[in-house]
């Protein structure tokens, strides 16, 4: 296990943003990392070649975006991979375009995480909101009851929530660009599985997600990231089925209905 020592002075949180026509919404994403109250944060914005008004928000947001690009790439993993390779930060986080932190005390929480727990990554809890009215929960994806054993029932902690140490990028390696909608849950079962690295998780919601993500669309949609599931486990020494992955269903529908306690996890 590698468990590491605290940090010595105050690290820089980059965080990557992938966008793709993502007018309606950016500026909200940007809002609120700009808003976070831990001091050094930059963001990454890797934008594949929008023909919609992207650019002019991102414009507008210059002065307070580290870096960005515009250019068309291969996809959603290959532009993470451009925007990780773009970061100075010790510690990365991924926050999509449509996506928003709902609190300015988010990235201070993740740190302190690592502070005190000395861990190589942490995740928490997240909700998924309506597109067009974003203080409407839909689903509450709650990761309470994750362990590495439960990747076999497809089931993994939220992926917009996960920071992890920079290092681990480079020992470790990217998302994998040969899958079509699981890279992440590839790289998840890669690092938190295969390599046992320490993890620690924040019992609160860090991330409002808006419906409609690319592994979400359809039934047919659903069969590649099974499929997909199915791969990234017996590549990184899990084994487990089609079958299997039926169990991630009941918990899954539960999460349609259970909403998470604000008022205590505040």
């Known amino acids: 296990m590698n468990i590491i020592q605290p940090f010595a002075k105050q690290p820089l949180v980059s965080i990557v943003t992938v966008a793709l026509n993502a007018e309606a919404h950016l500026a909200q994403n940007i809002e609120s990392v700009r808003g976070q109250t831990y001091p050094r944060v930059e963001q990454i914005i890797v934008d594949g070649g929008s023909k919609d008004g992207t650019l002019d928000v991102i414009e ?50 993740v740190m302190q995480t690592f502070q005190r727990t000395g861990a190589d990554a942490v995740f928490a809890d997240l909700v998924v909101v309506d597109r067009a009215r974003p203080e409407r929960i839909v689903r509450y994806y709650d990761s309470s009851g994750f362990h590495p054993g439960r990747f076999a029932q497809g089931w993994m902690p939220p992926h917009p929530t996960f920071f992890v140490l920079r290092k681990h990028y480079e020992t470790l390696g990217l998302y994998r ?52 599931i199915v791969r990234a486990c017996q590549e990184n020494g899990i084994q487990t089925n089609m ?21 205590v996890k505040r």
């Open 177 to 228: 660009t040969d899958y079509k909608i699981a890279a992440d849950y590839e790289l998840l079962t890669r690092f938190l599985a295969r390599h046992k690295l320490v993890y620690a998780r924040i019992p609160r919601v860090l991330v409002h997600m808006r419906s409609g993500g690319v592994s979400s669309r359809n039934i047919m949609s659903n069969w590649i990231l099974n499929r997909e």
């Open 60 to 109: 507008r947001y210059k002065n307070v975006i580290a870096r960005y690009v515009s250019e068309p790439d291969n996809g959603i993993y290959d532009a993470m991979n451009k925007g990780i390779r773009m970061a100075g930060g010790d510690v990365l986080g991924l926050l999509n375009a449509d996506d928003f932190y709902p609190r300015p005390d988010v990235i201070s929480q």
């Open 243 to 263: 079958l299997r992955l039926l169990c991630k269903y009941p918990r899954k529908f539960l999460e349609y209905f259970r909403r998470p306690d604000l008022e």
